[in-house]
């Protein structure tokens, strides 16, 4: 191992064995931390894409596609039930390829491509459910490609053509319908589906579709079209006309100064009705043919010979009779005449849902200043107006005006208050213990970076020995033992173990005789002292060192 190496490593390795216990288990937790993040990164990084193989499967598709995938040794994951399939994104084209060769999904296969596999020897009937198959598959693939949906299976009930008109019946279709998950089919994706279905069958209308989701919800039902039941019906056009009421008098009398409840009863039934009118045209009648016929006999009439008798009792002509005086004769006249007359026939279809009578109801607040000053037939005219009231059919208002009861309204505004105190205390306390755990966290950084940095300046720090502070390291020095103005005597490395001191000026005591171990603690003690009064920063941080160093680990 080189020898920069083996260096670095060594120091590393003291500086580690420099840490405290909780630096140590701060480390600890810091590398494990890192560790596990690497990792979880990278098995993120190295997880493959998956992207969809095939949507909308049944389960005989799934259960072959799969095996296909299994052979291949080809991972795949499952959802919707089973219905799509996901691979690895870099895999899905190659295996769809693969499992069209084999003709999968075979399930899909519909539409008119079955007209591609009928024979010249088919029978009339075969082509006929063949036909109303391909129909079928192509509406179903059709109705799938809408947003929402995720399969959806039509049936067509075509009856035979006849050559008695009166006997004819229309064309009949049931849509099955399967949404994705979580997601509702709106009234106008019904109403496209319905009127998709009856335009692309001859002779069906609309009414004649019947659509059914998976919830077993009628979302279109036969002769009613996409309108739902009466109930339903009832439900939305309560709610709708007393919208509109309640935001006409919030308007105009103030918002709670009013209640509104509308009550609609909706016909169920549809039918057909037919009416005929005749209107004659005020000019006068305009013929469209006329003919006329007149036959005379007798008397005035044309080539009459002579006066004709009236015959007697024996087949005798009275003479003098009447036929004698010549006025005697037969006369008719007859004339047809067809005029021209507007002739009118209406056929129209009654569908399901008409309201068939409505009653609607107004409270109003007899405490509010607006109600108090309002006109109750113009509040009432109003009403009518708005929802369409029509006296023919039976419908009726009634508005009146009576105390509010508002304790209920005064519960719910103190109950709101105090849930909003609620809310603002938990988000203060949140807030507290959110700030509490920043404070935490940043103190313990704050300590650990503080600690860190001791240390390292302890490391930095140059590792100074009392021998160091030795100012004296010549053959000779001076040993400060008297006062500024004292004598210092010069004392050799080499001198007798014990030496004389001089004697103060104004101290009587006799000599004191030290040993040379002495003479040297003493040195540096006035060495440590000097510098103290010189730098006592220095002096403190070469102490600490000192301890420390004497420390165990």
């Not at 009466?230 to 308007?251: H, N, R």
């Not at 004296?472 to 020095?477: I, V």
């Not at 040993?515 to 220095?538: N, Y």
Request: no cysteine.
């Amino acid at each position: 191992m080189p020898a920069a190496v083996q260096d670095t490593w060594a120091r590393l390795v003291a500086y580690v064995k420099g840490f405290s216990a909780a630096q140590r288990t701060i480390a600890i937790i810091g590398i494990a931390a890192v560790v596990l993040g690497g990792i979880a990164l990278a098995s993120w990084l190295g997880k493959a894409t998956y992207a969809p193989l095939f949507t909308g499967l049944a389960a005989k598709d799934a259960s072959s596609i799969t095996d296909q995938l299994t052979t291949d040794g080809v991972p795949f994951q499952l959802s919707d039930g089973g219905a799509t399939i996901l691979v690895p994104q870099a895999q899905v084209y190659s295996e769809r390829l693969k499992a069209a060769s084999n003709g999968l999904p075979s399930s899909n296969e519909g539409g008119y491509s079955l007209l591609d596999k009928m024979g010249v020897t088919s029978s009339e009937f075969q082509q006929d459910v063949t036909y109303k198959r391909a129909i079928e598959g192509e509406l179903a693939k059709t109705i799938s490609s809408m947003d929402g949906v995720q399969t959806a299976t039509v049936q067509l009930a075509i009856p035979e053509k006849t050559v008695f008109t009166s006997e004819e019946k229309d064309p009949t279709a049931s849509v099955f319908v399967a949404t994705e998950n979580g997601k509702q089919l709106t009234t106008e994706q019904v109403q496209s589906i319905v009127h998709l279905t009856s335009a692309a069958v001859e002779g069906m209308q609309p009414t004649d579709v019947s659509v059914v989701d998976s919830k077993g919800q009628t979302l279109s039902a036969v002769g009613t079209g996409a309108t739902g039941s009466g109930q339903d019906q009832a439900a939305d056009y309560d709610a709708t006309t007393s919208k509109k009421i309640q935001d006409l008098l919030d308007t105009t009398l103030g918002a709670g100064n009013a209640s509104v409840v509308v009550s609609a009863t909706m016909n169920e039934q549809s039918g057909t009705r037919t009416s005929e009118s005749f209107a004659t045209p005020t000019s006068g009648p305009v013929a469209l043919n006329e003919s006329s016929t007149k036959e005379q006999y007798g008397a005035g009439a044309a080539g009459a010979a002579g006066a004709t008798g009236v015959l007697g009792p024996d087949n005798v002509a009275v003479p003098n009779g009447t036929a004698a005086n010549g006025t005697g004769g037969y006369t008719n006249e007859s004339a047809t005449k067809n005029n021209a007359v507007d002739h009118t026939t209406e056929t129209t279809q009654i569908p399901a849902g008409g309201v068939q009578r409505q009653t609607i109801s107004v409270a109003l607040n007899s405490r509010a200043d607006a109600v108090k000053n309002a006109n109750l037939q113009s509040v009432n005219d109003l009403v009518a107006a708005a929802a369409g009231v029509d006296n023919v059919r039976g419908d009726q208002v009634r508005v009146a005006v009576m105390d509010f009861d508002r304790s209920a309204a005064q519960d719910a505004q103190k109950a709101l208050e105090a849930q909003q105190q609620a809310d603002q205390q938990a988000s203060m306390w949140s807030a507290i213990r959110t700030a509490g755990i920043v404070v935490a966290v940043l103190a313990a950084a704050i300590v650990l970076a503080i600690v860190l940095a001791r240390r390292g300046r302890r490391q930095e720090r140059e590792a100074v020995d009392v021998g160091e502070l030795d100012a004296f390291a010549g053959e000779t020095f001076e040993l400060p033992l008297a006062l500024d103005d004292a004598e210092r005597t010069g004392l050799s490395a080499g001198d007798a173990p014990t030496v004389a001191l001089p004697t103060l000026p104004h101290d009587d005591a006799p000599t004191e005789v030290l040993t040379t171990d002495e003479i040297s603690a003493e040195r540096r003690r006035q060495d440590i002292s000097a510098l103290a009064e010189r730098d006592p920063k220095r002096t403190a941080e070469l102490l600490r060192g000192l301890l420390d160093d004497r420390s165990p680990v």
